[in-house]
């Protein structure tokens, strides 16, 4: 019997990707995206790519494929231009082509040099001591806590916060905001879904400016101080560039280094095996970060759109024609990973593509592996009988992929 009439079709997959169900564990349904190859080209009118070598290729050909400028968004969400959310969005580094994207890279680049992180040690370090403390006061007797809430976004928002000059009393309200931006990075399917990401836009953009303002009168030892004092000696950037990259910032800082951290904490809790060895490791701790990169990524998609006619794998694809990289797939691609739905802390050449790639590379990498390398060991060493109580859920999203909530005890 043939199977090919048992294969569902992409679209029919990808529907089901969409669905709450489908996104509490997408794993399986990728790979029957995969059985249609590591192109899957839908007609010529849009690619889902489940192949590491395609998607990797991808990320870096800038010539070939653009993020989502505003040229682009005309054509992908008309009746965008009404929404604060994306309205902000086309304004950031992150959804600008060239020359904006590589004027805006060099701005705010030099502030997460390698270099520059490793200098942040020791605030990290206090930062982890903290956040340890407060989740033992939580979690005090017994009580059941939300790693989510009370560890992994009060973690990372500490840490941006810190940074570019958020005072640490207005960090815990801006959890909800954050979370309904991200919503946007979604398939639209109703401009509705919008609404709370644009209504959380604006409260954003009046904050930010509001702080840019304080800071100018009284400036702090903060990225942000500095990067006023180059806009206003002349620096090639405008008030409103340092606002939407601002925002940018708070939210590519937070949510998606709360869902790693969620994430990698709950592939440790269900590998007690490897506890001791993060406690005293850091090269083994370092490789269980990277696997959860790869294993269960925070951000499992990305999008392309073809700028020229070309070739892609063998794929005629038409200027104008959107790509949808897998890359949650790609980490999984048997012909790159040998066992690759296995948990493995100690693969080499690990790489995966969470990070993105190319010239649109996270800006935050080297900071978001330090931060999970130092708070990791700590929480490990501390509550070393930590438990999940309750079966984890993940939010309605599929792009960025994290807990709603992940209950558990201490001890
Ligand atoms: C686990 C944590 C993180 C993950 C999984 C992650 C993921 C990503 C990905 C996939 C992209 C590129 C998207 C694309 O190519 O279309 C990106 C870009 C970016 N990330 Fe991260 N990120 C994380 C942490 C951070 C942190 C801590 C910062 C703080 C600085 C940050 C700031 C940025 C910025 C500013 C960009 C835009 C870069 C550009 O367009 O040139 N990210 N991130």
Known sequence: MSTTSTVRSPLEIMAELLSFDGKQNPYPLYEQMRAHGPVVDVQGAHFFVTGYRECSWALREPELLASTDDAVQDRRLPGWRDHSSWVWLT???????????????????NAFSAQRVLALADMIDRLS???????????????????????????AISVIGELIGVPSE???????????ITIALDPITDMSMLDPGDVAMDRFAEYFYGL??????????????????????GGDITEEELVANLMLLVVAATEAPQDLLSN???????????????????????????????????????????????????????AGTPLTLLIAAANRDPRRYDNPASFVPTRTENQPLTLSGGSHYCLGAA???????????????????LTIAGAPTFRNQIVQRGHATLLITLK
């Not at 990305?302 to 005629?316: E, I, K, M, Q, S």
């Open 212 to 233: 840019v303002a304080r800071l100018r009168a009284n400036p702090g030892t903060d990225m942000t101080s500095g990067w006023i004092k180059a806009l206003d000696n």
């Open 91 to 109: 304004k950031n580094m992150l959804f600008s082509n060239n020359p904006r994207h590589e004027r805006l890279r060099r701005f705010f680049g």
């Open 264 to 318: 990698t904490i709950r592939l440790a809790i269900e590998h007690p095996e490897f506890h001791d060895r993060i406690k005293t490791d850091p090269d083994f701790t370092a490789g269980f970060i990277e696997e959860s990169f790869r294993f269960d990524p925070a951000v499992q998609a990305l999008n392309r759109v073809a700028t020229r006619d070309f070739d892609f794998f063998g794929h005629p694809v038409a």
């Open 129 to 155: 001591d903290d956040v340890v403390d407060h989740l033992a006061r939580e979690g005090a007797d017994g009580r059941t806590v939300d790693l989510v809430e009370h560890f992994s976004y009060r973690f």
């Open 170 to 180: 207005d960090q815990p309200g801006m959890r909800h905001g954050i979370g309904a």
């Open 367 to 385: 900071l978001a592996r330090m931060s999970v390398q130092a708070v990791l060991p700590k929480l490990i060493t501390r509550f070393p009988d």
